[in-house]
C-alpha cells in the first residue's frame, strides 16, 4: 500500500514536471541534457521530466528600457547631460538565450557609448536641432549589434538635454537678443511700409486732383467755345436780319435814320458831361442830319446840300 501510494506521488510529480503551459506572446528554450533542444510556443506543450528542462523564459513583448542619465561631450567642447529611453523586442529566443549572459545591460551600456560617439560629432546647438538624427544613428548601430543577441531594437529617444547652468544662461541671453532683433526688424518694416502706403496715396491724390482739375479745364473751355459760338451764331443771325431788314422796302431809310439819331444822342451826351463845348467842323453836318432824320420820318428823300 505505502509503495502504490509513493509510486502514485512520483507519477503526480513526473506528470506535473512534463506539463507546460506557455502564456502568449512568450517563449521558452528548452534543454535537453544541458543542450538547446527546442523553443516551446504559446499553449500547452509537454517535456520528458529529468531529461528535458525550460532554461529560459522570454517575452516577445516590446520593452521599454530606461538608458542611466550621462554626461557628453559635444565637438565644441561643452557638457551636456542626456537621458534617453530604448524600445527592443526579443525576435529569435534561441540567441537571446545563449548569444549573450545579459542583453538588457549590453544594450544599456552599448546605448550609452554610441549616444556618446554620436553626440561628439555635433556642436551643441545643432544637438538641440537634430535630436530625430541622433536618434536614428543610436537605433541602427544598436539594431546592427543586438542582431547577435536576438533582439531587435525598435527605437531610441532623448528624454532630455540638459547644458551647463552657464550655457542655459548664454542661450537664454541669445535668444532675449534674437526676440528683440526681430521685433526691430518687424518695427523697421512696419515704419517702411507705412512710408510706401503714405506716399502711395498722396501720388494717388495727386494724380485724382490733377485729373480733376484738368476735366474741369476742358470743361471750362468746352463751355467758352460754345458760348464763343453761340454768340457768333447769334451775331450772325442778328446780322442777317438785320441785312434782310435793309433789303426789304424802307429798309435803307430805316438805317439812315438810325445813324442820325444816334449822331444826335451821341453830340447830346458829350454836351451834358463836358465842361468844353464841342462843336462840328461844318455846322451843316448837324443840319444835314437834323434835315434827313426828319425828311425820313415824314418818308420823303434825302435833301441835298445848300
Known sequence: MEIALVL???????VSQSIKIVPQQHAWVVERLGK?????????TFVMPFIERVAYKHSLKEVPLDVPSQVCITKDNTQLQVDG??????????R???GSSNYVFAITQLAQTLLRSVIGKMELDR?????????GAVVSALDDAAANWGVKVLRYEIKDLTPPAEILRAMQAQITAEREK????????????????????EREAFIARSEGQRQAEI????????????????????????????????????VQLKVAEKAVEAYGQLAQKNNTMIVPGHMGEVAGLIGTAMALMKGGATPGPR
Open 219 to 254: 470743361n471750362n473751355a468746352q463751355g467758352q467755345a460754345a458760348a464763343i459760338v453761340a454768340v457768333a451764331e447769334a451775331t450772325a443771325q442778328a446780322i442777317r436780319q438785320v441785312a434782310e431788314a435793309i433789303q426789304s422796302p424802307g429798309g435803307e431809310q430805316a
Open 85 to 94: 529611453i530604448i524600445y527592443f523586442q526579443v525576435t529569435d529566443p534561441m
Open 182 to 201: 526681430r521685433a526691430l526688424i518687424a518695427a523697421s518694416e512696419g515704419r517702411k511700409q507705412e512710408q510706401i502706403n503714405i506716399a502711395t496715396g
Open 96 to 98: 537571446a538565450s545563449y
Open 127 to 135: 544637438t538641440f536641432e537634430e535630436r530625430d538624427q541622433i536618434n
Open 8 to 14: 502514485l506521488v512520483i507519477a503526480a510529480i513526473v
Open 36 to 44: 538547446y533542444d527546442r523553443t516551446l510556443s504559446p499553449g500547452l
